[in-house]
């Protein structure tokens, strides 16, 4: 084998050893920056799911919080009635014993006193 042989061959060594090893870094690249993506969309993902947990947790909350002010209104009103229902009765029963009482002296005989 001649030199100049040698020389072409060696270089065929070369090109080939440096084809494999930018092939071996470009693969080592795209497998870290796919890995990389992956990991994004799964933390994507994951804030997704905690984004929609956290506004189904709201939503329930607001939901109870309006059933409580409801109920309190409610209450209010159940409450307004029984004091005014008790007001009327009070306002009866003086209505009614004022009744008894002037029925009671117009019962009563006058005395007229003649001189």
Known sequence: ??????????TYVLDGWLLFSAGFVS???ISFVSKRIQ?????????LAQAET???AETESVVATEAAVEQAEVDV???????????????????????????????????????
């Open 77 to 115: 009103a159940v409450a307004e009635s029984e004091a005014e229902e008790a007001r009327l009765k009070e306002v009866a029963a003086v209505s009614e014993e004022l009744a008894k009482t002037k029925a009671k002296q117009s019962d009563s005989s006058s005395v007229s006193v003649s001189t």
């Open 54 to 56: 956290e506004t189904v």
């Open 1 to 10: 084998m001649s030199i100049s042989e040698l020389n072409h061959l060696m």
């Open 39 to 47: 990991e994004d969309l799964e933390a994507e993902a994951l804030a």
């Open 27 to 29: 693969i080592g690249f």
